[in-house]
């Protein structure tokens, strides 16, 4: 596979969809960034985009309700999916994005991975090891970014991140690991090459379509 280097600011915001019904149309290749919603996911994918309002921010947690598609070409998209975890809204309308949220994962053939945010604080929480089983019984490719790496020391931060491959270190083939600072844009050449490798994989939602 020939890994083409992709210009992240030429993103463009496609369409949200409440449902996978309302989704664009399944074809080419896409990565989807998920995260519980103080994960840091709006901001991760504005610096990657150089676009401050290219995903909606908020100081109150949970207000991504929607699957936002983003176009990079005709044919490769980034997704930012519903946050999870501390939306103040009633508990029969968290129960409802959960479920239009596992049907996307399940059932959208374009889909080739996951970028999954953690607070490096903070990782691998209940909703995080669901995201990482779900995505091993799929045997789809994960990319953890261990956000806000600018709240800890370096020696700290560094800490977190061996604790985590430690305990994946059963996952590695499909699950790898860095950390991440919107703030400080840390990491953010290391996400570009991942997202580049996987979105130039242009036989890829072919591959999931036969199988």
């Not at 430690?166 to 953010?188: E, H, Y």
Request: hydrophobic share 40%; net charge positive; proline share 4%.
């Amino acid at each position: 596979m020939t890994q083409v280097n992709i210009n992240f600011r030429q993103a463009e915001f496609l369409t949200s969809a409440p449902t996978l019904a309302k989704c664009p149309i399944d074809s080419g290749i896409e990565v989807a960034f998920a995260g519980r919603s103080n994960a840091g996911k709006s901001s991760a994918i504005n610096t990657l985009t150089e676009n401050k309002r290219m995903a909606r921010t908020s100081k109150t947690p949970g207000r991504t309700q929607l699957i936002n598609f983003f176009a990079l070409s005709d044919n490769q998209r980034i997704v930012d999916l519903p946050g999870y975890g501390f939306a103040k809204v009633p508990l029969e309308v968290k129960e409802k994005w959960q479920r239009h949220l596992e049907q996307y994962l399940r059932e959208r053939q374009s889909l080739y991975g996951l970028i999954l945010l953690m607070d490096c604080r903070h990782p691998l929480q209940d909703f995080d090891r669901m995201m990482l089983n779900w995505a091993q019984s799929c045997a789809m490719p994960v990319h953890i970014l261990l956000t806000k790496a600018d709240k800890l020391n370096k020696g700290p931060a560094n800490n977190s991140l061996l604790k985590v491959r430690k305990d994946l270190a059963p996952m590695k083939d499909l699950v790898s690991v860095q950390l991440f600072s919107a703030l400080k844009r840390t990491g953010l050449e290391q996400l570009q090459a991942t997202l580049s490798q996987w979105l130039s994989h242009r036989e890829a939602a072919k591959s999931k379509v036969e199988e």
